[in-house]
């Protein structure tokens, strides 16, 4: 059974930081592009980044490039998502998701193309 587990949201000013973390476990995890997206308030869900299973070409939403860095370790099946100079336009759940199939690039970033998501991570940034 495949789980993804984010942690390290919490209560930020506007222009901190925080980093997030995903821990999955019950797949070939260097095998599997890991994605990052959010839903805000009242708002569809989002994506926010992407990393390749080689962790080479991180692609990022247009609102988050810059500020945000996606980063995955391999050798622990983790992901993680460092965010910096954050807005309160920021502030949602943020989860990460995966596709079942290995050596996959989701590039169309629909929702409904994962298969795996975790339970999210509240974020919230305060003016």
């Known amino acids: 059974q495949v789980q993804l587990v984010e942690s390290g949201g919490g209560l930020v000013q506007a222009g901190g930081s925080l980093r997030l973390s995903c821990a999955a476990s019950g797949l070939t995890f260097s095998r599997h592009s890991m994605d990052w997206f959010r839903q805000g308030p009242g708002r569809e869900r989002e994506f926010v980044a992407a990393i390749t299973w080689r962790a080479d070409r991180p692609y990022y939403a247009d609102s988050v490039e810059g500020r945000f860095t996606i980063s995955r370790d391999n050798a622990n099946d983790a992901v993680y998502l460092q965010m910096n100079s954050l807005k309160p336009e920021d502030t949602a759940i943020y989860y990460c998701?995966?596709?079942?199939?290995?050596?996959?690039?989701?590039?169309?970033?629909?929702?409904?193309?994962?298969?795996?998501w975790g339970q999210g991570t509240q974020v919230t940034v305060s003016s």
């Open positions: 998701a995966a596709d079942r199939r290995p050596y996959y690039s989701n590039n169309v970033r629909d929702v409904r193309e994962y298969d795996y």
